[in-house]
């Protein structure tokens, strides 16, 4: 992020997308698509992130392009997000875990979208795996979609200490989620590897659900950019003090663009520097 500036570009092949690069929606169309992001911006980003959703279409020829894609953004020397939102009990997550973070599986990037929507603790195998092979996660916490309040702002009902709840509203969800992840990180500096979603869209959520974004000491992939509306005003708004920990994300804003490679490098560029704006400027 210090490098690039604090974007990543979604790696999002849409049907509507192929159609207007004038590729198949098969999986050899999904691979040139992948492979002309890569090029593009591969080294010039702090980070991409293929969605895993469009690959899986394809079945397993789909997954292979998706594993060409990651191969190729990391030979690039780019940071790669597997979104993947994966989220299952322990012992599940555990083969998840191993799909997606274990050294030398090819479906394996830097850093993989998980969610905690079975418990926190379940993403146990993912936490350790992660850490233990020099990965991170990005836990879904205030998700950039209008439904997500309905799970993320809930309350939980406040503890007695003696496991019975006393009938108060306690924490919100997301800033339970929030916790766990600034507990894992506690130690590291500059950022841990836990980081979690947060989206651009979310307006005044992490205030009202009172989630301490500041506090959890690491990266904050902020999708929503671009094709939802989140811009530079939506960055600055919904970050405030935790603006610097901040990783933009935009994927349709920046491939709409293509597929001419140098239409799609001044693209992100541009969204680079606008996220720049927005996040990096000293504190007023
Ligand atoms: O985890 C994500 O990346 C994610 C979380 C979220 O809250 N909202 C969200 O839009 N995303 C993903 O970010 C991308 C957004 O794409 P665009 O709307 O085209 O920029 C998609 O791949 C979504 O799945």
Partial sequence: MDDHGPLCVGIDPHAGLLEAWGLPDDAEGLRTFGLRVVEAVGGRVAAVKPQAAFFERHGSRGLAAL????????????????????????????????????DGSPLAGDALTVSPYLGFGALTPAVDLALSSGRGLFVLCLTSNKEGHEVQHARTVADRGTGGGTGEAGASVAATMAAHAASLNADADPLGSI??????????????????????????????????GGGAAELAAVFGAARRQVLASSSRGVLRAGPDVGALRAAARLAAAEASAALRRSAA
């Fill in 67 to 102: 594993e060409d894609v990651i191969a190729a953004a990391r030979a690039a020397g780019t940071l790669v997000v597997v979104d993947a939102k994966r989220g299952d009990i322990g012992s599940t997550m555990a083969a998840y875990a191993e799909a997606f973070l274990r």
């Fill in 195 to 228: 980081g979690l979603v947060v989206g651009a869209t979310i307006g005044d959520a992490a205030a009202t659900t009172g989630t301490d974004l500041a506090a959890v000491n690491g990266p904050l992939l902020a999708p929503g950019v671009g094709a939802q």
